[in-house]
């Protein structure tokens, strides 16, 4: 690829505000101030109504891989495109990556395949101690894959909202205006964050900035971090949230600066949902589905947290083990590399189980970069996304992003609301379904449902579950 220089970007005179009207009652106008790689909005997001007291709307990206299908190599490329960001902006060197190449991307998924490819093929060297982190739950990929656009002196953490008993968070903060707020940091090293001596914060979306915030003074009480970095998607913080920032860096002596495929501000008209259930749509449950069980466990490495000895003499612990390179316990460029083994030898095995010709890879939850990895070696027709916690309202509506809702209990823990978004019987013909934990057939039954209602023909339960021996 060509060197080539960032063009200048900015609002021009004869530019209108974008208005999104999401409900009747309910509509948010966006202004372009910065689009550095000059991307139409319509490649990069629609809208829809949240149900959620706190922000009424979101973003539903087109590029995250989790509410919407999204073809594998450019979901994963635009991890690696705000590693092209950074490296222009933050590192000051000419990125190596066409613009127009990029723009191409949006409308041509081979085009798509071919810049993701050269993107890990010139991978961005760093020599100065730099950690990654992507925040749980919608971009644990995003920040994996732009951390994977990076070789040199570089680490990966992803942050999570679930409860690991058998080890300590190093690191907790909130999201206030998420469903569910609370994030926490395992690491099984933990000069992981007293090693790096930058910070990387990675979202899809930033709106307010407070979850950023709140990370940035824990790392700096905890363990005196000072040079941060937010990368983001897109990034919609007013004047009064900016100021914020300012402040920040002022109090603490810190120095914080902030990157994005898209920034601008917003308004928003109008009153959110009342907290309920999203409506399913009225499909027949009679449609017939094949249920198939993939066992990929034999080609990833588990992860082995410690045991600990309990009063009776016997050991405690997690009787099901995560996969170790997923970067919820933090894992460095060579750990990468391994992870990239283990994907090619289980997406050839999965490829020779393929029956269909349109294939829709699921991940669970925050287990969403192996999934997406793996989608994109298995041919031609393969879409990915993702379960979620967040609850949308569908709307049969010209450019709302959620048309159809399928709730579910999550396969992990029953009380935990999950739901799979904009989907329909006939619009694929085989499907995985990628599940990092010990499947319960008997807590699956609620997922298995809601697949049913889908209506996809074959669907099979890709496992990569390990059983701790004690």
């Not at 990556?97 to 760093?126: C, G, H, P, W």
């Not at 460095?332 to 391994?338: H, K, N, T, V, Y």
């Not at 579910?408 to 329909?424: C, G």
């Amino acid at each position: 690829m060509r060197n080539t220089t960032l063009p200048a970007y900015s609002l021009k005179q004869s530019e209108q505000p974008h208005l999104y009207k999401i409900l009747d009652s309910l509509e948010v106008e966006v202004n372009v101030t910065s689009n550095p790689y000059d991307l139409k909005l319509d490649h990069l997001f629609q809208m829809a109504a949240r149900i959620n007291k706190k922000r009424g709307f979101l973003f539903v990206s087109k590029l995250l891989g989790k509410h919407l299908p999204v073809h594998p190599a450019l979901s994963l490329a635009s991890g690696a495109i705000l590693g092209c960001l950074y490296e222009s902006t933050i590192l000051n060197r000419s990125s190596a990556m066409s613009v127009v190449q990029l723009r191409e991307a949006f409308e041509n998924t081979k085009l798509a395949d071919e810049l993701y490819e050269q993107l890990m093929d010139k991978k961005i060297k760093v020599d100065e101690p730099t950690l990654f982190i992507g925040f749980a739950e919608t971009a644990t990929a995003l920040g994996h894959s732009m951390f994977d656009a990076f070789e040199g002196n570089v680490t990966f953490l992803h942050t999570t909202r679930e409860q690991i008993d058998d080890m300590h968070s190093l690191i907790n903060f909130e999201e206030e205006h998420s469903h569910a707020v609370s994030h926490r940091c395992y690491a099984d090293n933990p000069d992981l964050f007293r090693n790096a001596s930058r910070i990387v914060l990675v979202d899809d979306e930033i709106t307010t900035g407070n979850t950023s915030l709140n990370i940035i003074k824990e790392l700096f009480e905890r363990f005196g971090h000072t040079d941060f970095i937010v990368a983001s998607l897109l990034d919609w913080r007013s004047a009064q949230d900016r100021s914020r920032f300012d402040q920040l860096e002022q109090d603490l002596g810190i120095r914080i600066r902030c990157l994005s495929l898209v920034e601008g501000f917003i308004s928003v008209k109008g009153s959110p949902l009342e907290e309920r259930e999203p409506i399913a749509p009225k499909i027949s449950t009679d449609n017939e589905v094949t249920f198939r069980t993939l066992d990929v466990s034999p080609y990833f490495k588990p992860h082995e947290s410690e045991k600990r000895s309990t009063a009776d003499g016997g050991v405690a612990g997690n009787d099901v083990l995560y996969v170790k390179h997923t970067g919820r316990f933090g894992m460095d460029a060579l750990q990468g590399e391994a992870l990239d083994q283990e994907i090619q030898q289980a997406a050839a095995y999965l490829v020779s189980q393929r029956t269909g010709k349109r294939i829709l890879c699921i991940g669970t939850g925050e287990f969403m970069y192996i999934p997406m990895r793996i989608a994109a070696l298995m041919g031609d027709g393969v879409s990915c996304q993702s379960t979620t916690r967040s609850p949308i309202h569908p709307l049969q509506r010209e450019h709302y992003a959620i048309t159809s809702a399928f709730p579910f209990d999550s396969i992990e823990d029953a009380s935990i609301p999950n739901f799979m978004y904009n989907l329909s019987p006939g619009q694929y013909d085989e499907a995985f379904v990628f599940v990092e934990r010990a499947y319960d057939a008997d807590n699956g039954k609620s997922f298995e449902q809601a697949l049913s209602e889908i209506g996809i023909p074959v669907v099979n339960l890709v496992t990569f579950s390990h059983c701790k021996e004690v």
